[in-house]
């Protein structure tokens, strides 16, 4: 048996995962990864998270009255990812840290997260990040790095009381204010700027001047993430200007 101890004083236990390997050349994580289970309860996703038929993992998971697990060791690579991609990565697992956070998610019906669970994912986020050098921007949902297969942490998951808490990055979103301002499978210089700067903020987006169906899929992630007030893919003047005013804090326009 493993002697180990958790990497992080706040989780309680570390409960060895066998669902791990070792990072792909020698990546340190760069990013963090924020899940919900999407199960029933904490303890099934915990029997998921540790039976080795599942193949699945993280490193942390935060249940409902803030109580912090780990289940894979920082350095080793859990399994939370899958197929993703984040400013050219597309081996999540080797460059991230992923944190799963006990909730039933959309097919439960989208239960708000605890005041005590967001506290505690703050407080594990930011002894992550500081212990590992992570920039706020690369505090990423899982639908963020795989738009087109995942929806978690949702729309429910107060991205805001986390940057207040000093983990994410955000901006206050801008006004909802009409509706898209491209039609389905419009090709045009207007929507390959979009798709740029989607791309340049870091969505895995092509750039194919056409408003198809991966770009309305990233543009829902965006949504979830950023503008979580209406979730429908589409650009409307306020997805725009909330997405510009993000890469402006960044100095990336
Ligand atoms: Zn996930």
């Known amino acids: 048996m493993s002697a180990r101890g958790p990497d992080s004083q706040l989780a309680a236990r570390f409960l060895d995962s066998p669902n791990r390997g070792e ?11 924020l899940h919900y289970t999407g199960m029933p309860t904490g303890e099934a996703a915990l029997r998921t998270l540790t039976d080795p038929g599942s193949e699945v993992s993280a490193h942390y998971l935060v249940w409902e009255d803030g109580a912090v697990d780990q289940l894979v060791a920082e350095r080793d690579r859990a399994w ?12 999540l697992n080797s ?3 992923g944190i799963e956070i006990v909730n039933p998610g959309h097919d439960g019906g989208s239960p708000p997260f605890p005041d005590r669970q967001i506290e505690a994912t703050i407080a594990l986020a930011r002894d992550i990040g500081a212990r590992w050098g ?6 990423l949902a899982h639908s963020d790095i795989a738009p087109a297969r995942k929806r978690d942490p949702g729309e429910a998951f107060p991205w805001k ?10 901006t206050e979103p801008a006004p909802l204010d009409g509706g898209s301002l491209f039609a389905h499978e419009e090709e045009s210089p207007p929507v390959r700027a979009l798709q740029a700067m989607l791309a340049l903020y870091g969505y895995g987006q092509e750039i194919t001047g056409v408003y198809d169906r991966q770009t309305r899929q990233v543009v829902a992630a965006f949504q979830r993430h950023f503008r979580p007030e209406r ?4 650009a409307d003047a306020s997805t725009v200007a909330t997405l510009k005013a993000l890469l402006d804090a960044l100095g990336l326009r």
């Not at 991609?85 to 081996?91: A, L, R, T, Y």
């Not at 009381?161 to 955000?170: D, E, S």
């Not at 979730?231 to 589409?234: A, L, N, P, V």
């Open 23 to 33: 990072r792909r050349g020698n990546r340190r994580p760069n990013c963090l990864i």
């Open 80 to 91: 939370h990812a899958g197929k993703a991609v984040w400013k050219g990565e597309s081996d």
């Open 95 to 97: 460059a991230s840290i």
């Open 134 to 139: 992570i920039a706020p921007e690369r505090v």
């Open 161 to 170: 009381a986390l940057w207040r808490g000093g983990v994410g990055h955000w």
């Open 231 to 234: 979730i429908d893919g589409e």
